[in-house]
């Protein structure tokens, strides 16, 4: 059984940063790719960006890219995001979430953690 754990999430002001981790349990992931996912409070959940466990290259949509970035410790099994230059848009909760490399699903997901950006 897959677990998913983020944590780090917190309150920050427009221009700070965090890094949010997620630690997985349950598998060995080398064929697996990583998601972070965001949803705003009355908005859809939105895609970040994904890393590859098995080479680190990662993707990110256009409005984080830049200030975010993804990077994963195979040792411990972690993956994190850190997130530079916060904006009040960037608040949502986060959640990470696994596929396994060439599907499209994310089939295990996180309990997520809040992310709050004061203006």
């Known amino acids: 059984q897959v677990h998913l754990v983020e944590s780090g999430g917190g309150l920050v002001q427009t221009g700070g940063s965090l890094r949010l981790s997620c630690a997985a349990s349950?598998?060995?992931?080398?064929?697996?790719?990583m998601g972070w996912f965001r949803q705003a409070p009355g908005k859809e959940r939105e895609f970040v960006g994904r890393i590859s466990w098995s080479d680190g290259s990662t993707y990110y949509v256009d409005s984080v890219k830049g200030r975010f970035t993804i990077s994963r410790d195979n040792a411990k099994n972690t993956v994190y995001l850190q997130m530079n230059s916060l904006k009040p848009e960037d608040t949502a909760v986060y959640y990470c979430a696994v596929r396994r490399t060439g599907l499209a699903e994310y089939a295990y997901w996180g309990q997520g953690t809040q992310v709050t950006v004061s203006s």
């Open positions: 349950g598998r060995t992931f080398s064929s697996y790719a």
